[in-house]
């Protein structure tokens, strides 16, 4: 979650919030994120309920779930997913940033080709 601190301006000029949803409960959840001073959502989810709706992996020999990063358009559909296979197979932030830049350009072309 640190890295995604790192460049959160610039994924919000990006016309995108972040939204991280954790296995803790609801009181971990907030004393997590008040200890670390995040500038994002979270939504804590210990039942494991919202992220399996995406298909994200719990491994219980890898200690819990594994990272899954899903980019969601304003409409509603699911645009990219990454299934993490450990805790460090995350995405780069530099990468998500080129994808979340191609998805506004390709809103815009067909924004501009439905007027």
Do not use: C
Not at 63 to 78: C, E, K, S, W
């Amino acid at each position: 979650m640190a890295q995604l601190r790192q460049d959160y301006q610039e994924i919000v000029q990006q016309a995108t919030e972040v939204l991280v949803v954790g296995p803790e409960d609801a009181d971990q959840f907030q004393d997590y994120w008040k200890e670390h001073n995040l500038p994002f959502v979270g939504l804590p989810d210990p039942r494991h309920q919202v992220l399996r709706l995406y298909g994200q992996e719990v491994n219980l020999f890898k200690f819990g779930r594994m990272p899954a990063q899903v980019l969601i358009d304003r409409n509603g559909t699911v645009r990219f997913v990454h299934y993490g296979k450990s805790m460090a197979d995350i995405p780069d932030n530099r990468d998500l940033l080129d994808i979340l830049e191609n998805l506004n350009r390709e809103m815009e072309i067909s924004r501009s080709q439905e007027q």
